[in-house]
């Protein structure tokens, strides 16, 4: 992680943005219906770019069944009426570019819903040409009676259905979902035809779900070892299986690479690809082919400067490889929200807003999760309110926690998250009213504050910052790192920490302290010995210097 030169001419805009990611149902409802919309996002753009992100994800708002909540497609020219229309995407798109903001719609390439119009036509007829346009197969045992091979869902159970005719159904996640035969040249077509009819409708990229699958190893070879649905995300080995990271996905990434290419604005591509090496998930963000990758290295890490330190250094073992920069993300609409996974209360809280600090502040983008910026907990919802189709059938904890609708404003649900009274589709709890973007918007030692200073303060320092960090060791508690004239130190321990003797010239006070009153820095004092923090950053806390 040593220094380097800074850039020598203007990077596209996605080396180094700022991302907020939507889950559209949970973000803003306009039409009052519990469900979140494309106009409701409209109309919270001009938060979006007071907060200070460059971009915007959406996740899945086509035409779908909603069986898995918009991730099994129907058909991927259209907007599903729960979310509006092709105009409500375009005045949603227009609206953010005249903030500055740029848009990243949601694209699922593994699978489709099975009502899309060719699923049904593969149904209708076992010599149709839409069959082999996803994975049907004959069964093994007497008659073919038993699944195909010994895949399991990731949502449980087999991975394969059986229909009327007796062959078998290849479905990774839901039975809702079954998986494109990217063998067919048909399916290849389609997709880059989808890609250019939002791109030509203003997207500014794509975030591509499941990027690590699409394609099966030859064969449809049994795994190695059989894993048990209560464990399967608990393996080990989970990625190293014959329908993850398979060769024939790169051709697909290149061939769209080109096509992003023809379009003007520096369009990209992110993959949501998990692997089992950083080697391998290198060879997504080779120069031609996706611009970016996930890196969910930061989601599996405990609150430790240990782990953390073990993160960047994984991260960039992985860019490196092939002159990447790196992405960053602590939480999203799959996992647990960040203040109750480093503890919840007001420690977990206290560790997620110094979290954010160290990720602001590293080279590369990072990827927000709507809330974030809140300090939403995850929410516990009842049994019978649930709504995640992973939850539903198999039970665990599910997903419904951290997909709770956002509170923006008032003392009771829906906490304007719609016009009136009508409550939301997940149940928000009592204890949003003080989370509310209105309650904590005037509030100067809020983490809304918190996160919209830092945005601005990175937006404004980064002409002046290089694209590599060098580690500053602080002790084993201490997460510390230089960045050029930034310096952050994050302390993990249970101690304060003296870092009054930091070595670096020039030290002012703190330009920003995670457990702070950001608008009043000037009397929390430096932390060289004049007061307030006296030299000492206290536990579950981080802190940004510039150096003059």
């Avoid at 106009?39 to 992100?53: C, E, F, K, Q, W």
């Avoid at 959406?58 to 092709?86: E, I, K, M, N, W």
């Avoid at 703190?510 to 009397?523: E, I, K, R």
């Amino acid at each position: 992680m040593t220094a380097r030169s800074s850039r020598t001419r203007p990077a596209p805009w996605w080396r180094h943005a700022v991302c907020y990611q939507i889950y559209v149902r949970s973000f803003a409802d306009a039409d009052g219906d519990g469900v979140g919309d494309l106009a409701g996002i409209t109309s919270r753009i001009p938060y979006l770019a007071d907060l200070g992100v460059d971009a915007v994800w959406l996740t899945p708002f086509y035409t779908s069944p909603q069986a898995d909540h918009g991730y099994d497609v129907a058909d991927y020219r259209t907007v599903d009426p729960l979310f509006g229309d092709l105009a409500a995407f375009d005045a949603m798109v227009a609206q953010a570019h005249r903030h500055g903001i740029r848009t990243i719609v949601d694209i699922v390439p593994n699978h489709s819903s099975t009502e899309h119009p060719w699923f049904r036509a593969a149904l209708a007829a076992p010599d149709a040409p839409e069959r082999d346009r996803y994975v049907f197969h004959r069964g093994r045992g007497e008659d073919g009676a038993e699944p195909p091979n010994n895949w399991r869902s990731m949502f449980g159970g087999p991975a394969w259905s059986r229909v009327d005719d007796g062959s078998w159904y290849l479905h990774l996640f839901d039975s809702s979902q079954p998986d494109f035969n990217w063998e067919n040249p048909v399916v290849g077509d389609e997709f880059e035809s989808v890609l250019r009819f939002w791109l030509d409708r203003g997207a500014d990229g794509f975030r591509i779900d499941v990027g690590h699958g699409l394609f099966k190893a030859a064969g449809l070879p049994d795994t190695p070892t059989v894993v048990d649905d209560d464990a399967i995300e608990s393996d080990p080995s989970r990625w190293d299986r014959p329908y993850w990271d398979q060769p024939g996905v790169h051709d697909v990434y290149r061939r769209w690479h080109r096509v992003l290419a023809e379009y003007p604005g520096d369009r990209m591509a992110i993959a949501e690809a998990w692997t089992s090496s950083p080697e391998a998930m290198a060879r997504y963000i080779r120069p031609d082919e996706l611009q970016q990758c996930f890196n969910f290295h930061w989601l599996e890490a405990d609150w430790s400067a240990a782990q953390f330190r073990g993160v960047i250094e994984a991260t960039y073992d992985a860019v490196d490889l092939v002159g990447a920069p790196p992405t960053w993300v602590l939480s999203n609409h799959d996992v647990t929200r960040t203040v109750t996974r480093y503890g919840g209360g007001s420690v977990g809280l206290a560790r997620a807003r110094a979290a954010l600090l160290a990720m602001l502040g590293l080279p590369g983008s990072a990827y927000l999760y709507a809330g974030e910026e809140l300090g939403l907990p995850q929410v516990v919802v009842a049994p019978e309110a649930r709504r995640d189709p992973t939850w539903l059938r198999g039970g665990g904890d599910g997903r419904d926690g951290c997909r709770v609708p956002l509170p923006w404003s008032g003392t009771a649900a829906p906490f304007g998250f719609g016009p009136g009274l009508g409550q939301p589709w997940l149940p928000q709890p009592d204890d949003f009213a003080t989370l509310s973007v209105e309650a904590q918007r005037t509030d100067p030692a809020s983490t809304l504050n918190l996160v919209r200073t830092a945005l601005r303060e990175r937006r404004r320092l980064l002409p002046t910052l290089p694209d590599r960090i060098e580690p500053v060791d602080r002790g084993a508690n201490v997460l510390a790192y230089r960045r050029g004239p930034l310096t952050c130190i994050v302390n993990c321990g249970a101690e304060p920490v003296d870092v009054s003797d930091l070595g670096v010239s020039d030290l002012a006070e703190p330009l920003l302290v995670s457990t702070g009153d950001v608008g009043a820095l000037g009397a929390l004092g430096g932390l060289g010995g004049r007061g307030g923090l006296g030299g000492r950053l206290p536990p579950d806390a981080a802190a940004w210097f510039h150096s003059r």
